[in-house]
């Protein structure tokens, strides 16, 4: 099953505004990496955040991360017509010890130009 | 750095055949890939965990004899589609690690859509 559900499942936004995303997921982690997928491409990495971390930021990406919630969230900030596509969270599940990462649902951004 | 080249990023094959998809880490080696499967407007299956030298580890549910991973180096795992059918079209990802720390970044391929007619 999956580790990570995100909501929305869907989000569509202005140019400019700020679009934020959840993950949660339901085992503890050794840390939770956020990718962003094009349309029929592969993921990208976006950001890593470690399991002793609460906060990180990377240009106009924020991550933070609640373990006692076992949830993390990804704020893009000004957002741009080019950051429309689909966001998945990726856990790597302490207790598997395979260090395979699962990933959640996905929210798909549209940011309307 | 840290590419990872997939190929064919498209193929179109009849049912019963075979197909096979590449997945090469051009400027690092990988110990580890991952193939995955993902169906439209959904996350990434994990398949099963490819690694170098030795057999591959399926997650529950993934045929071994329908999915053959081979990883026989350290630059390059395939995975073979046998006897394929419509159901097993799909969009498949592979991925690898750019380093050797579990605490990195994963690398993913362009994917290949497969249709099976």
């Known amino acids: 099953s999956q580790q990570g559900e995100e909501d929305p499942q869907a989000l569509s936004i202005q140019e400019g505004e700020n679009a934020t995303m959840n993950c949660s997921y339901k085992?503890?982690?050794?840390?939770l990496q956020w990718y962003r997928q094009n349309s029929g491409r592969g993921l990208v990495h976006l950001i890593l955040?470690?399991?002793?971390?609460r906060e990180k930021h990377s240009g106009r990406l924020r991550v933070t991360l609640d373990t006692s919630k076992k949830s993390s969230s990804l704020l893009i900030t000004a957002s741009r017509a080019a950051d429309t596509a689909s966001y998945f969270c990726?856990?790597?599940?302490?207790?598997?010890?395979?260090?395979?990462?699962?990933f959640g649902t996905g929210t798909r951004l549209k940011v309307l130009a | 750095g840290a590419v990872v080249s997939q190929h064919p990023s498209r193929v179109i094959c009849k049912s019963g055949t075979s197909v096979k998809i590449e997945c090469r880490s051009l400027?690092?080696?990988?110990?580890?890939m991952f193939w995955y499967r993902q169906f439209p407007k959904q996350s990434l299956m994990l398949m099963a965990t490819s690694n170098e030298g030795s057999k591959a580890t399926y997650e529950q549910g993934v045929e071994k004899d329908k999915f053959l991973i081979n990883h026989a180096s350290l630059t390059l795992s395939t995975l073979t589609v046998t006897s394929a059918h419509p159901e097993d079209s799909s969009f498949y990802i592979c991925?690898?690690?750019?380093?050797?720390?579990?605490?990195?970044?994963?690398?993913f391929g362009n994917g290949t859509r497969l249709t099976v007619t």
């Open positions: 990726a856990t790597d599940p302490l207790a598997s010890g395979t260090y395979k990462y699962i």
């Open positions: 085992t503890s982690i050794n840390n």
């Open positions: 400027d690092f080696q990988a110990t580890t």
């Open positions: 955040i470690r399991s002793n971390e």
């Open positions: 991925s690898a690690w750019g380093s050797s720390s579990y605490n990195s970044p994963l690398h």
